[in-house]
């Protein structure tokens, strides 16, 4: 009776296990689709024209992805020596292991070793909570056969390196090899290797940001675990012990361009990419991180500029005030003031920087790309461009001198009184003069010559929006952004073709384009015409308002714009290779000081970004090419610039004789 007893306690014994076992198999449903089907959060990647990362865009776990053909044949090795050597054996669970581990924690009366598989691992990351039960434990092990009999070893490992927390709120072997060592995984040594494979069974004890020496230790751990099964040789073992590599210790939320980045995703958002924080895109734009910090720094620099003159300004006036009541002072809220730049690419309309406010971290909103201004005066090149399209020239004389024009508004008898910046009259003065010293009268007879309805047609070919359709032209009141007016100007700074502005290259996934940048360009003037153009904004910058705008060694050209009352200070221009568009004023629509012109607020910040831009690539072209079919004419010792459509004095006396009779 006793032996029936102690056999049939000796069966339960034995059978418990598989009881167990076979209870829980059949009492709960083990879904493990979300292994199979296995798409976790990526985090986007944006990168700039060269390559060089400006942004990491994710929503909770921050994760590259890595293909199984990605990952080294040395990290598998490494991670399998230190975590589960017969990983490619066992069918989930290694119960020899589990027996040893049993055995020592039974002699040392603690846990003291482990002996979760490496499919064991991934199951308590992916499909368990980490409650400490019986019922966990057994769940696990079911799971594990489960995921072994509907995976391969590879898709195993491909999901564990790709799922498993590697510290410093790194997922993903991929990106801890970026984070960590600012590496491609290819680029490894076994040194890095072994930091890495060694990380997940205590990410915070062995992170080497936070504990360097400890972290190599577990590493030469790994590194002799490999050379004790004679996976390396002595030479590679020993080379590996001695290595110590350099870690950096990155924060997730750095953003090298945190205004491109913004624009990128308000783009992705219009063209329907809805899961740009997990979908794992990798997109290039046209950005050159060099040149974003020069304009983020000639912002800054202009910025800080303006606000030390008006602080000198308020003490000379409240000076003035004092020696005269009767002088008036002006109330400036200097903290309105904020300012904006775009630089693009002549040829290609490439984005090449995009900054939309002196410091993102006080104001985040992109006055660059979202602001709408007038342009002011920085328009009249427009008005001139059509001018000499249609056969006017530098040397053409323009009536500069006041006039009344009468027009209803709201039916009432209304006057407008237009005058000059400088509040004076030259009676005939050049095109070119006119332009170059910015003068509002002989713009305005200028547009009456050639008439408001053509005028505004010709202009449709820069596919200006909002154009007004009336003498108010002249002085540029349309609204626009800078980047607006950024396309626009490339017209001239592109010899006659307008290029739309690009800031999106390619966005890749998973080793598809699923968009690349198409050219999109409008004829808008013969290159001869465009060049004779810029010839006199080129004196802009040499002698006119644009002055405070020029770089010795490079050859610049541009066009100031003050609103009235001081309320926007606009420079527009471009080099011979590259176009740059500033923006300052006060975020109110109020007054700036009323010293602070285009020229004297935007055109330092427009120089020293070109000063940045000639350090940082000095083999730039520096002159403008000269097109087919430009006469040069010295007249009273001036060089003036002709063509066959705008043609030479001599050519036009020759061409109309009776042209002096009539005059």
């Known amino acids: 009776m006793i032996k029936k007893v102690f056999i049939t306690f000796i069966l339960l014994g034995f059978l418990s296990p598989f009881i167990i076992l076979a209870y829980y198999y059949f009492n709960y449903d083990y879904d493990i689709s979300s292994l199979t089907k296995y798409e976790p959060e990526v985090t986007t990647r944006i990168y700039d024209r060269n390559g060089d990362k400006i942004a990491n865009i994710f929503a909770k776990k921050h994760r590259y992805y890595a293909s199984f053909d990605e990952i080294p044949p040395r990290v598998i090795e490494a991670l399998v020596a230190i ?35 490496i499919t064991q691992q991934l199951v308590k990351n992916k499909l368990l909570t980490r409650e400490k039960k019986l019922s966990r434990k057994i769940k696990e092990l079911i799971y594990s056969f489960k995921v072994e009999q509907a995976l391969t070893k590879e898709e195993i490992l491909e999901r564990y390196l790709n799922e498993i927390y590697f510290g410093h709120s790194y997922y993903g072997i991929k990106t801890a090899a970026d984070g960590y060592f600012h590496k491609k995984l290819s680029d490894l040594t076994l040194k890095e290797m072994a930091i890495l494979v060694g990380l997940p069974k205590a990410p915070s004890t062995y992170a080497p940001t936070r504990n360097y020496e400890i972290s190599l230790g577990r590493a030469n751990r790994v590194i002799t675990r490999m050379h ?49 924080r997990t979908g794992g895109y990798e997109i290039y734009t046209t950005i050159d991180l060099k040149l974003q910090k020069a304009g983020r720094d000639a912002v800054k620099f202009a910025y800080d500029e303006a606000i030390k003159r008006v602080e000198t300004y308020k003490v000379k006036d409240l000076a003035k005030k004092k020696r005269d009541r009767n002088y008036e002072l002006q109330d400036v809220n200097i903290s309105q003031l904020n300012g904006a730049l775009v630089s693009l690419d002549s040829k290609t309309g490439d984005i090449l920087a995009l900054v939309g406010s002196y410091d993102y971290t006080k104001s985040s909103y992109n006055r660059a790309t ?12 427009f008005i001139y461009q059509v001018a000499l399209n249609l056969g006017y020239s530098g040397a053409t004389k323009l009536v500069d001198n006041a006039q009344t024009y009468e027009y209803e508004k709201d039916g009432e008898d209304m006057k407008w009184r237009p005058k000059n910046y400088e509040k004076d009259y030259k009676g005939l003065i050049t095109l070119r003069e006119a332009l170059v010293h910015s003068r509002n009268l002989a713009t305005i007879n200028l547009v009456n010559e050639i008439g408001l309805p053509q005028l505004v047609q010709e202009l449709k070919k820069f596919h200006i929006k909002n154009l007004p359709t009336d003498l108010s032209i002249s002085l540029g009141t349309m609204s626009m952004s800078p980047l607006e007016l950024a396309q626009y100007y490339s017209a001239f700074a592109n010899y006659g073709v307008e290029v739309e502005p690009h800031l999106i290259q390619t966005i890749m996934k998973d080793g598809d384009a699923l968009y690349t940048k198409s050219q999109q360009s409008y004829f808008v003037s013969e290159p001869t015409q465009a060049f004779i153009l810029t010839t006199i904004l080129r004196d802009v910058v040499k002698r006119g308002t644009g002055r405070r705008a020029g770089v010795k060694g490079i050859e610049l050209a ?11 200070g606009w420079f527009a221009g471009y080099s011979p290779t590259i176009e740059t568009v500033v923006w300052f004023g006060n975020d109110n629509n109020t007054p700036m000081y009323h010293k602070e012109t285009g020229g004297r607020v935007s055109g330092p910040a427009f120089a020293y970004y070109f000063r940045e831009v000639l350090r940082l690539y000095p083999q730039i072209q520096r002159k403008f090419d000269e097109p087919e079919g430009i006469i040069e004419v010295d007249i009273n010792g001036q060089k003036e610039y002709f063509s066959d459509i705008s043609k030479p004095p001599r050519v036009e006396i020759e061409e109309d004789p009776e042209a002096e009779l009539l005059f």
């Not at 210790?249 to 945190?258: E, I, R, V």
């Not at 205004?259 to 899961?275: A, P, S, T, Y």
């Not at 979202?370 to 090149?381: D, E, I, L, T, V």
């Not at 541009?558 to 926007?568: A, I, L, S």
């Open 83 to 117: 975590e589960d050597t017969n990983f490619f054996e066992h069918s989930g669970v290694n119960f020899d292991a589990i027996f040893r581990a049993v055995i020592k924690d039974i002699k040392a009366r603690k846990m003291v070793e482990g002996a979760s598989t």
């Open 228 to 276: 004790v099964l004679g996976w390396i040789d002595d030479a590679t073992f020993q080379e590996a012990l001695s290595e110590r590599p350099t870690v950096y210790n990155d924060t997730l939320t750095q953003n090298k361009a945190p205004f491109v980045v913004d624009e990128v995703v308000r783009r992705l958002k219009k063209m329907g990419i809805d899961d740009l």
């Open 370 to 381: 979202q602001g709408k201004r007038q342009p002011g005066s920085a328009f009249k090149p």
């Open 558 to 568: 541009g066009k100031t714009g003050t609103t009235n009352n001081n309320v926007d």
